[in-house]
């Protein structure tokens, strides 16, 4: 038996502070475990997680957990450690051809327990002209000509299944600005939202805005009371402004343009957990870097006001994944994506809020070889965090280099 030995750079903890900001670091007494193997657990052979882990405590006191692909199967339990996978697919689009429905493919990415007990959910709804052989005439791929929006779910049985809020495409609460083409490979559009964070009467999401070039792309901020979520508003810059309301059970949106928050700062934010022993957000995103440019992981922001973000911090250092290194057979090195933080322990049923010590949550993309064959797999990943509060003294925090083995038959 031939042993494989590869290695993905983790947990590195490199971090000044100033005075008495609030810093992540590994919780050395806690063990990194994980959570889901897809070699192990999966259902079938579509059941690999393919989005930021989401968590919502229902009625009867179960943690419902997420971390959906287009077919959204739950873990279910009293806590992380004591999770049981239902292959139940507790919601999954139609299908439907027709790009201006938005009902072709979509992924659940927030969650919030109403006071009745149902659970209203924004998802990410898209249209795959690849799956339908409608052409793209502005490039090949799987991802070209993509065109996405964020849907409105409801679930009235404490999370066990969902349906959209209004009939597609009226259950779309951020649709895209511009009617579907095949001749644009970046349609403009939201793709991502957040789990949902209550402040101050209010839940928030950031959703990730794609333009068709980099500058046009950036983190939006939405929200809605919450005792009402039926009407939501973007930040605009200087107010709040109503974007969608539900009524005559469909959704009325205006085309309103959000401002960019964390301009220049914030990736594609996956993420945030409100940190109550300091009043402090903070926000979770991926960065593809190459030295001497910087270094590819995750990094982690905070802010005081959801607006403004303090520079990144590297929490956990790991490539990124592309279609390429995907596609590649003989590419065997470790990726990281979809990372989110969790504490188990909060009392917010949306598991908005934390305390000093909570989880970072991510899937690792991996591939084996054995008897030949190259088979890829996929794990979701709980990596235990602290937050400690520097007061003005420039420290740096411990780093852990991951060893991951793959073994091989002759």
Same mark, same amino acid.
């Given at each position: 038996?031939?042993?494989?030995?590869?290695?993905?750079?983790?947990?590195?903890? *490199?971090? /000044?502070?100033?005075?008495?900001?609030?810093?992540?670091?590994?919780?050395?007494?806690?063990?990194? *475990?994980?959570?889901?193997?897809?070699?192990?657990?999966?259902?079938?052979?579509?059941?690999?997680?393919?989005?930021?882990?989401?968590?919502?405590?229902?009625?009867?006191?179960?943690?419902?957990?997420?971390?959906?692909?287009?077919?959204?199967?739950?873990?279910?339990?009293?806590?992380?450690?004591?999770?049981?996978?239902?292959?139940?697919?507790?919601?999954?689009?139609?299908?439907?051809?027709?790009?201006?429905?938005?009902?072709?493919?979509?992924?659940?990415?927030?969650?919030?327990?109403?006071?009745?007990?149902?659970?209203?959910?924004?998802?990410?709804?898209?249209?795959?002209?690849?799956?339908?052989?409608?052409?793209?005439?502005?490039?090949?791929?799987?991802?070209?000509?993509?065109?996405?929006?964020?849907?409105?779910?409801?679930?009235?049985?404490?999370?066990?299944?969902?349906?959209?809020?209004?009939?597609?495409?009226?259950?779309?609460?951020?649709?895209?600005?511009?009617?579907?083409?095949?001749?644009?490979?970046?349609?403009?559009?939201?793709?991502?939202?957040?789990?949902?964070?209550?402040?101050?009467?209010?839940?928030?999401?950031?959703?990730?805005?794609? /333009?068709?070039?980099?500058?046009?792309?950036?983190?939006?901020?939405?929200?809605?009371?919450?005792?009402?979520?039926?009407?939501?508003?973007?930040?605009?810059?200087?107010?709040?402004?109503?974007?969608?309301?539900?009524?005559?059970?469909?959704?009325?949106?205006?085309?309103?343009?959000?401002?960019?928050? /964390?301009?220049?700062?914030?990736?594609?934010?996956?993420?945030?957990?409100?940190?109550?022993?300091?009043?402090?957000?903070?926000?979770?995103?991926?960065?593809?870097?190459?030295?001497?440019?910087?270094?590819s992981g995750f990094y982690y922001s905070t802010s005081k006001n959801l607006h403004d973000w303090s520079p990144g911090k590297l929490i956990y250092q790991g490539r990124s994944p592309s279609r390429e290194q995907l596609d590649d057979p003989t590419d065997l090195e470790v990726?990281? *994506?979809?990372?989110?933080?969790?504490?188990?322990?909060?009392?917010?049923?949306?598991?908005?809020?934390?305390?000093?010590?909570?989880?970072?949550?991510?899937?690792?993309?991996?591939?084996?070889?054995?008897?030949?064959?190259?088979?890829?797999?996929?794990?979701?990943?709980?990596?235990?965090?602290?937050?400690?509060?520097?007061? /003005?003294?420039?420290?740096?925090?411990?780093?852990?280099?991951?060893r991951t083995e793959h073994q091989s038959s002759p």
């Amino acid at each position: 038996m031939f042993l494989k030995a590869f290695w993905s750079t983790a947990l590195a903890l *490199t971090m /000044g502070a100033s005075a008495n900001a609030q810093v992540l670091e590994r919780a050395p007494q806690r063990a990194q *475990t994980v959570l889901y193997d897809s070699r192990r657990d999966a259902c079938d052979g579509s059941d690999l997680p393919d989005a930021p882990a989401r968590a919502v405590r229902n009625s009867d006191g179960n943690l419902v957990l997420f971390a959906p692909n287009f077919k959204a199967r739950a873990f279910e339990g009293p806590s992380l450690s004591a999770l049981n996978k239902d292959c139940r697919i507790r919601f999954s689009a139609s299908g439907d051809p027709d790009p201006n429905q938005l009902d072709d493919r979509t992924w659940i990415h927030s969650m919030m327990r109403l006071a009745d007990g149902r659970i209203f959910a924004l998802a990410s709804a898209s249209y795959m002209p690849y799956r339908h052989n409608q052409s793209c005439t502005a490039g090949k791929g799987r991802t070209a000509c993509w065109y996405n929006g964020i849907a409105a779910l409801i679930s009235t049985d404490g999370g066990k299944s969902f349906s959209y809020l209004g009939n597609p495409p009226h259950h779309l609460v951020l649709r895209p600005p511009e009617p579907y083409s095949g001749n644009s490979r970046n349609p403009p559009g939201f793709i991502t939202a957040t789990n949902f964070v209550k402040h101050e009467g209010h839940a928030y999401s950031i959703v990730w805005y794609r /333009g068709r070039k980099a500058p046009e792309r950036y983190n939006c901020l939405l929200r809605a009371s919450v005792s009402n979520p039926l009407e939501w508003e973007v930040w605009t810059g200087a107010a709040y402004e109503s974007v969608a309301r539900f009524e005559d059970n469909q959704w009325t949106t205006s085309s309103r343009t959000c401002a960019a928050i /964390g301009d220049g700062v914030l990736g594609n934010v996956r993420s945030i957990i409100f940190h109550e022993p300091s009043r402090t957000f903070f926000a979770v995103y991926s960065k593809s870097s190459k030295p001497p440019n910087g270094t590819s992981g995750f990094y982690y922001s905070t802010s005081k006001n959801l607006h403004d973000w303090s520079p990144g911090k590297l929490i956990y250092q790991g490539r990124s994944p592309s279609r390429e290194q995907l596609d590649d057979p003989t590419d065997l090195e470790v990726s990281i *994506t979809y990372p989110a933080f969790l504490d188990e322990n909060s009392i917010d049923p949306d598991f908005g809020t934390a305390s000093d010590q909570f989880d970072l949550i991510f899937v690792r993309l991996a591939k084996s070889a054995s008897g030949g064959r190259i088979s890829s797999y996929r794990q979701l990943v709980r990596v235990p965090l602290k937050v400690r509060s520097d007061h /003005g003294v420039e420290r740096t925090g411990s780093s852990l280099i991951e060893r991951t083995e793959h073994q091989s038959s002759p």
